[in-house]
């Protein structure tokens, strides 16, 4: 699977890189930027499990003001839980990133009185393709006018991935309950501004629209439609990014 990504990649980008007598310009460079992720069935709000991601891209110009990019991405996604029923009776709420406080009072949580500590890592490789469009064809106002806008697709696969329950590692066990789908589909929107000639900054969302995994049987979920009953029987990621952009070089007229 991942091997027939690299190919498909490798081919998109060539195309996009052919020149002719009409070619209009062309950009490549390397993105890298850090990830705040959650998935949706871990009971449990986000985004809170912190990561990056890494990739490479080309775009080209497709009109003055708007232009098609293809990147190829490495990708940490999951989903960080922690609770303990101690921190909001004694006074120590909000700890959902995981910053457990020591204290000498504190005694082995009950498995029923609400504790969670649980951490669940992805890692993937994912193939998004934009649509770019600059503000500046929209409005004059400084500062505006110089961020863009983009929107798109990916797709995405699993390539490593850990789970732990309260300490535990749960991996194996979970992998074999609920298998992971081969690929997912994803939708992007985001926002690009530029720091100087080469080097920007940008915001991405990113809400899969495929599932990660199935969570539950039709038989153990109560839905009123067949769309409530498909969101509640799996999982699928929600992700922000926010990463730099390094142009390394430009081709075409």
Same mark, same amino acid.
């Given at each position: 699977m991942i091997k027939n990504l690299y190919i498909i990649l490798a081919a998109l980008m060539l195309l996009m890189c052919v020149q002719d007598a009409d070619a209009q310009m062309f950009r490549g460079g390397l993105q890298l930027g850090l990830t705040a992720s959650e998935v949706s069935g871990d009971d449990a709000g986000g985004p809170d499990k912190l990561g990056w991601f890494a990739s490479v891209y080309t775009n080209r110009d497709i009109s003055p003001f708007s232009r098609l990019q293809l990147e190829l991405m490495y990708i940490q996604k999951g989903s960080r839980v922690y609770y +303990? =029923?101690?921190d909001d009776i004694h006074g120590n709420p909000g700890n959902g990133f995981g910053i457990k406080q020591d204290n000498d009072f504190d005694p082995d949580p009950d498995p029923d009185d609400g504790y969670r500590d649980y951490r669940f890592n992805l890692h993937y490789v %994912?193939? =998004?393709v934009?649509?770019? #469009?600059d503000f500046s064809s929209l409005t004059g106002l400084e500062y505006? +006018? $110089? /961020? @863009?806008g983009k929107f798109? /697709? @990916?797709v995405s696969t699993v390539v490593g991935h850990s789970e732990e329950d309260k300490g535990l590692p749960i991996t194996q066990i979970m992998a &074999? %309950? $609920? =298998? #992971?789908k081969i690929a997912e589909l994803n939708v992007l929107a985001g926002l690009q501004y530029p720091v100087t000639e080469n080097l920007g900054f940008h915001v991405r969302f990113s809400q899969g629209v495929s599932p990660m995994r199935t969570r539950f049987a039709r038989n153990e979920? &109560?839905? *009123?439609?067949s769309f409530e009953c498909y969101r509640k029987r799996h999982q699928f990621? *929600?992700?922000w990014t926010f990463g730099l952009s390094y142009t390394m070089f430009y081709g075409g007229n």
């Open positions: +303990d =029923p101690w %994912e193939i =998004p934009f649509f770019i #469009f505006v +006018d $110089r /961020l @863009s798109g /697709l @990916s &074999a %309950e $609920r =298998p #992971f979920v &109560a839905c *009123t439609n990621n *929600t992700v």
